[in-house]
């Protein structure tokens, strides 16, 4: 069996610079944040129940400080205003895609076979807010909404989508903490390899600024103290926790020339591995991540010269961007030896945002591609020269143009070891 070429046809987002992906896309390129401390936020008091865990000036990334957009009263109390925000970055994905003629039809185009449409959209945390208030509630009056397990599954945004379009294939929902929404595509890319499915709407979403989890991240020590997430820098000591979204529409090559839609890059290969060595911290030797990137060069059949870019996960923590830059380095070469793909990371710009970050950065890294527009890395003042870090072909300063690149490599890790990557091509038919 001949496995099928898989470009990508739509995109939706919603990130801390902007509600839908040209916003994003355009924040990116002007070097822009969007930095709230908590006692900015409509809920101050909320966070000040956990100030002697988390001090209330800690920056988070986000949009805005009030509450996220919400749907009608219905809405509001059976889904969460992330899986809401999940069916809005959808409907943007389909409808560049061409697989929605309007948005205000709930329905796909009627040259699309339903039971060959399939959803991976996964999170790295459920709703701790409904999990929170239920639980406070509970000694007081027995009372427990009938909406509360479906807006606490992982798997709803998924579902939801599902139901409003009425698509019946191939549907799962990944949790690997900060590399889910790497393993939602790459799912969703072995689906349509393997003839499972025709298009499939992959992505992930992140909705966890609340007293708990940034309380539990804060106390794992890898939030920044210095109110800034600074990758590769000297001077870093953990990120900035954010919040987002990320859709992309895979489709079959066929598929795709069939209808006409935009082709906007191709995937060319994927990459998995695990650790198998802590429960948070990666491998000093960056061998995981070094055998995720390899699996992803050797399912494309391309060697790995070939790259030219790589989007890099780099958390901005001490271990974690010295562990990738080993694993670049030794799969790619340095900067000295004249064959070392460019190297940059998003997460200057946007903060971590956990479970979105993989499919909100595999979003930035098909623009890339697609318009030969690089960014920089945001607040790389000083790089670690006392590192395998100063080895890197790093974008510094300002955003890199370079038409000539003809594949981007992009990395999402994970707790519980997981290393996920994934290869884009510019689309050539």
Not at 158 to 181: D, L, R
Not at 217 to 222: A, D, E, H
Not at 399 to 405: A, G
Request: aromatic share 6%; glycine share 8%.
């Amino acid at each position: 069996m001949s496995l099928k070429r898989v470009v990508v046809t739509g995109l939706g987002a919603y990130t801390p610079l902007g509600s839908t992906v040209s916003k994003s896309w355009a924040g990116l390129l002007a070097a822009k944040q969007s930095l709230i401390p908590l006692d900015a936020f409509y809920n101050r008091e909320d966070f000040a129940k956990v100030k002697k865990l988390v001090p209330l000036d800690t920056a988070v990334s986000r949009l805005h400080a009030d509450p996220l957009d919400t749907f009608p009263e219905y809405d509001q109390r059976r889904m969460t205003p992330a899986h809401q925000i999940v069916l809005e970055k959808t409907k943007e994905a389909l409808l560049q895609a061409n697989l929605i003629a309007d948005e205000n039809l709930n329905t796909l185009t009627e040259d699309i076979d339903k039971t060959k449409v399939g959803c991976v959209i996964g999170t790295g945390m459920p709703s701790m807010p409904d999990l929170e208030s239920t639980i406070s509630t509970l000694f007081t009056k027995p009372k427990v909404s009938p909406f509360l397990i479906p807006r606490v599954l992982p798997n709803m945004a998924m579902g939801n989508v599902m139901i409003k379009y009425g698509i019946q294939g191939p549907s799962s929902c990944p949790s690997t903490a900060c590399a889910t929404g790497n393993s939602s595509i790459i799912e969703g890319f072995n689906s349509i390899q393997l003839g499972l499915a025709d298009v499939m709407i992959c992505g992930s979403y992140e909705f966890s600024i609340d007293p708990i989890s940034i309380a539990g991240f804060y106390r794992s020590k890898t939030i920044s103290k210095k109110h800034q997430t600074r990758p590769f820098d000297v001077e870093r000591d953990g990120f900035i926790m954010g919040e987002g979204c990320g859709i992309l529409t895979l489709e079959s090559l066929e598929s795709a020339l069939k209808r006409g839609s935009p082709i906007l890059a191709e995937i060319s290969g994927v990459g998995l591995s695990n650790d198998g060595y802590h429960i948070t911290s990666p491998l000093p030797d960056g061998s995981g991540g070094k055998l995720a990137m390899q699996n992803a060069l050797k399912r494309a059949n391309i060697a790995p010269q070939q790259v030219g870019y790589i989007n890099a996960h780099a958390t901005s923590t001490q271990l974690g961007d010295v562990a990738e830059s080993t694993a670049i380095t030794e799969l790619f070469g340095t900067k000295s030896t004249g064959t070392a793909p460019y190297v940059s990371s998003n997460k200057g710009h946007i903060g971590h945002l956990l479970g979105a970050s993989g499919s909100v950065e595999s979003i930035f890294t098909v623009l890339s591609l697609k318009y030969g527009r690089f960014p920089h890395t945001l607040n790389l003042k000083t790089v670690d020269e006392t590192s395998i870090i100063n080895e890197l072909n790093l974008i510094k300063n300002e955003s890199m143009i370079d038409n000539s690149i003809e594949y981007a490599l992009t990395n999402s890790f994970g707790f519980g070891g997981v290393n996920t990557s994934i290869l884009f091509r510019k689309y050539h038919q």
